[in-house]
């Protein structure tokens, strides 16, 4: 079977508000998500998609990289680096808005990759950015939390808690 583009879940959608799971095991249907989810993610042309957004509560994200797809299983970031540098960021969830995020710079993540190998990983730059962004969705935590509430469309501001 060949992977399917799945519908992405828009705010205020609950599931994006809540703390995913943990993966415990690596079975058939976590396989198939891995495929779908960068077969999505390439086809909506997102720097990375987690679980979450496409409605699984699993800690499971896919990145866009010159490599091609990369899946982080129960992916934890580790260090982050104290100097940061703003970024503009957007969300395939949030599709109408865009913002300037504050991100550490550099960034030590651990991992599961599809073999249930442990990776160590150190990110830098834009790489490190949408690991950031993507693990702040498996925690419930979305880009516009880091906006200033002043400048966001009446929409997004009641359920910006942070
Ligand atoms: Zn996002």
């Given at each position: 079977m060949s992977a399917k583009i799945l519908p992405i879940k828009i705010y205020p959608d609950k599931i994006l508000r809540q703390k995913a799971a943990k993966i415990n095991r690596l079975d058939k249907k976590i396989q198939r998500l891995i495929l779908d989810m960068g077969k999505t993610m390439l086809a909506k042309e997102g720097a990375g998609l987690a679980a979450p957004q496409v409605g699984e509560s699993i800690r499971l994200i896919v990145v866009n990289t010159k490599n091609g797809v990369l899946a982080m299983i129960n992916p934890k970031i580790t260090r982050r680096s104290w100097s940061k540098e703003p970024g503009e960021e957007g969300c395939l969830s949030l599709p109408d808005i865009i913002g300037q995020v504050k991100r550490s710079?550099?960034?030590?993540?651990?991992?599961?990759?599809?073999?249930?190998?442990?990776?160590?990983?150190?990110?830098?730059?834009?790489?490190?950015?949408?690991?950031?962004?993507?693990?702040?969705?498996?925690?419930g935590v979305l880009f516009i939390d880091y906006l200033k509430k002043k400048g966001l469309p009446a929409k997004f501001r009641e359920q910006t808690l942070r």
């Open positions: 710079k550099k960034i030590k993540v651990i991992y599961y990759n599809e073999d249930n190998k442990q990776i160590k990983l150190s990110a830098a730059g834009l790489f490190a950015r949408v690991i950031q962004h993507e693990v702040d969705h498996l925690n």
